[in-house]
């Protein structure tokens, strides 16, 4: 397989870009109530809002949340699981909430370098720790090598298990793992993927881990 | 999920005070330690657990993996399973405990739940986890509709006319085979908790299924000193490969000399209302010949006071096999 088999060009403008931008009158209304939807420029982007600052909800707390690098000063319901925080919260979507009970393994993210489920964490307990989103990885022009090798190996269908996908074979790499595919078969074992790219995803992993 | 209060206790005496204040520490808390949170915040989504005032403990001085001046394995409550998993000394002398957690769960969880949170993790019984059924567990005097219910995951051994709940422990398993001793810290002091005499069998008190009261805190667990030469293996059966709970597990630690079972300790798993230590199965070992006779015989033992429900029929000739699996590949190691 050669290198520019790891390249690709996400489609412009992005459906991602386009619903935010399109749709925002409708998430504001939506969001109503719930916890800030912060800032955010026509483009995706996301400002923090200041320490004291956001909407006047009952109870909220602050929290310094550091996610990919970048420190965030937030209000927020003690309730708010750490996958909804940077969701909703901080407008990073590329970590997805499938069952919400642990049973899926989509919302993984990585708190000081391990892999966690979002989804059973409270935001509040993470304060001042650091957290690594799928956006933290890599970009599209600059892919981390386990986003380049499922896409090389097409180890998705739909989609929406991917990033958790991604993030737990991010964190394998470092975990005690025999070489064989089995190996890894067992410490995947907890994302689950209802369209089955099993063999691909398996595949992607051991491409990288052979290459390191 | 009802709204509570997020509490960082400044140390253990402060997380003590405050949660001595709750009214229970068992179902219907309303102050909870809160260690990875695997099982708390799932039950606080499903409003099972609705406590007003929630202690994050992830922070107190009680991480530790050390081997004390006697011998004993000392382990913090809230040291991470997968790192209590991979400690070299664990896997080396007690690799029962190591296999047992790396069957459990996912790789994701194990990197979250504590060890003082698994010793408290809760049944997987559909009825308990929803609240518009009647659960005795969930809600004293309410019924337990499992009994005449989807049953086919749940207990066969310790059971009552109150509750057939099954603990899903695999950690708890080993530790019971280990002989572990689970140490609090209370409102009134310090004590040391027998792994057999911590967990209680449900009776007509289902909603009580630990010896903890307000305020105790699981501090660490002990595992007495490595037994030199002996052969450990934890089994789990499941209807996946992976990621599943126990439909039969063993835990087996076995000294032979000369052919002959010299000390056996044996425990079940995902067919007992709790931890399943096994005297039964031990005392049929012990002192007989390592073989698939005196195994057979063992498993038959073990089971003999299993009392079954209409959809769990299936088990006592399951963990029958599974125990006789787990002595005949422990014994040949």
Avoid at chain 1, 70 to 81: E, F, G, V
Avoid at chain 1, 131 to 142: F, K, M, N, Q, R
Avoid at chain 2, 51 to 71: A, C, H, Q, W
Avoid at chain 2, 241 to 268: D, N
Wanted: aromatic share 4%; glycine share 8%.
């Amino acid at each position: 397989m050669s290198d520019k088999d790891f390249k690709m060009q996400p489609p412009d403008p992005t459906r991602r870009k386009f619903l935010l931008t399109s749709g925002s009158g409708v998430a504001a209304s939506l969001v109503a109530g719930y916890i800030p939807a912060l800032a955010r420029d026509a483009a995706g982007a996301v400002e923090s809002a200041p320490t004291g600052e956001g909407p006047n909800i009952e109870g909220a707390v602050p929290i310094t949340l550091k996610i990919n690098g970048k420190a965030h000063s937030l209000r927020i319901d003690p309730r708010t699981t750490l996958l909804d925080c940077i969701r909703e919260t901080v407008s990073l979507t590329g970590t997805k909430k499938g069952c919400d009970h642990g049973q899926c393994g989509a919302c993984t993210v990585h708190v000081n370098g391990k892999r966690v489920l979002s989804c059973l964490n409270l935001a509040l307990m993470h304060d001042g720790e650091e957290i690594t989103t799928v956006e933290g990885l890599g970009t599209p022009d600059a892919m981390h090598p386990m986003q380049a090798s499922f896409l090389a190996c097409d180890a998705y269908q739909c989609g929406y298990c991917t990033s958790g996908q991604i993030m737990s074979a991010v964190a394998l790499l470092k975990e005690p793992c025999g070489p064989d595919d089995a190996s890894v078969k067992e410490l995947m074992s907890g994302n689950i993927c209802r369209c089955g790219a099993y063999a691909n995803i398996v595949e992607a992993i051991q491409h990288v881990r052979k290459r390191a | 999920m009802q709204i509570f209060e997020f509490i960082r206790p400044s140390d253990q005496a402060a997380a003590i005070a405050t949660a001595a204040q709750s009214k229970t520490a068992q179902q219907g808390a309303d102050v909870r330690f809160m260690g990875g949170g695997t099982t708390l915040i799932d039950l606080m989504k499903l409003n099972v657990e609705t406590p007003d005032r929630v202690l994050d403990i992830n922070r107190l001085p009680l991480d530790k993996i050390e081997v004390t001046p006697d011998g004993l394995l000392k382990i913090g409550a809230i040291v991470r399973n997968s790192d209590l998993a991979y400690h070299p000394k664990v896997q080396k002398d007690y690799a029962v405990l190591s296999q047992a957690i790396l069957n459990g769960a996912s790789a994701q969880i194990r990197n979250m739940a504590t060890v003082g949170g698994n010793l408290l993790q809760r049944t997987r019984c559909v009825y308990f986890r929803d609240t518009a059924m009647p659960c005795n567990k969930r809600e004293p005097g309410s019924g337990c509709p499992a009994i005449t219910g989807h049953n086919r995951t749940l207990a066969i051994l310790g059971t009552s006319d109150h509750c057939i709940a099954t603990n899903p422990s695999d950690m708890c398993v080993a530790m019971a085979a280990l002989e572990a001793t689970i140490h609090v810290q209370g409102p009134k002091g310090s004590r040391a908790i027998p792994f057999g005499d911590f967990h209680l069998l449900p009776g007509n008190t289902p909603h009580r299924e630990t010896v903890l009261e307000p305020g105790d805190l699981i501090t660490h667990v002990t595992l007495p000193p490595p037994i030199v030469g002996s052969k450990q293996l934890y089994l789990k059966l499941r209807d996946r490969a992976s990621y599943e709970f126990a439909l039969s597990s063993a835990a087996v630690v076995l000294t032979i000399a000369s052919g002959s079972i010299t000390r056996a300790r044996i425990a079940l798993g995902g067919v007992g209302t709790k931890p399943w230590r096994s005297p039964e199965a031990e005392a049929a070992l012990t002192g007989k010949p390592a073989n698939e006779a005196t195994f057979r015989s063992t498993a038959e033992a073990a089971l003999r006071n299993a009392k079954p429900q209409r959809e769990n029929k299936f088990k006592i000739e399951l963990a029958k096999r599974c125990l006789t699996y787990a002595l005949r590949t422990a014994a040949a190691s």
